[in-house]
Nanobody
Framework: QVQLVESGGGLVQAGGSLRLSCAAS????????MAWYRQAPGKQRELVAS???????NFADSAKGRFTISRDTAKMMVYLQMNSLKPEDTAVYYC?????????WGRGTQVTVSS
């Protein structure tokens, strides 16, 4: 059984920072690459950042230079540090494997950035 629980979202002013956490359980960490996704109202879910088991990271163009992704395999945690937040970062943020395991989306965590 795989479970993904996201936390750390909230309301922040533009230019602020948030750190999202994802607690994973089950066998998902056997999968090499974990990722953060987001879905804004009226838009499709999009990949924000990913990290391999070896620590190689990739970011969407919108996140480059502002977001950092990390993982603690021993604790089965994935983190997303978001700096210099913009109103367009407002979305529900989810973690999952990359490519995602569609049966195991969590509830996500809401990030709202005010201008």
């Amino acid at each position: 059984q795989v479970q993904l629980v996201e936390s750390g979202g909230g309301l922040v002013q533009a230019g602020g920072s948030l750190r999202l956490s994802c607690a994973a359980s089950g066998n998902i960490f056997r999968i090499k690459t974990m990722a953060w996704y987001r879905q804004a109202p009226g838009k499709q879910r999009e990949l924000v950042a990913s990290i391999t088991s070896g620590g190689t990271t990739n970011f969407a163009d919108s996140a480059k230079g502002r977001f950092t992704i990390s993982r603690d395999t021993a604790k089965m945690m994935v983190y997303l540090q978001m700096n210099s937040l913009k109103p367009e970062d407002t979305a529900v943020y989810y973690c999952n494997a990359n490519p995602p395991l569609n049966l195991y989306w969590g509830r996500g965590t809401q990030v709202t950035v005010s201008s």
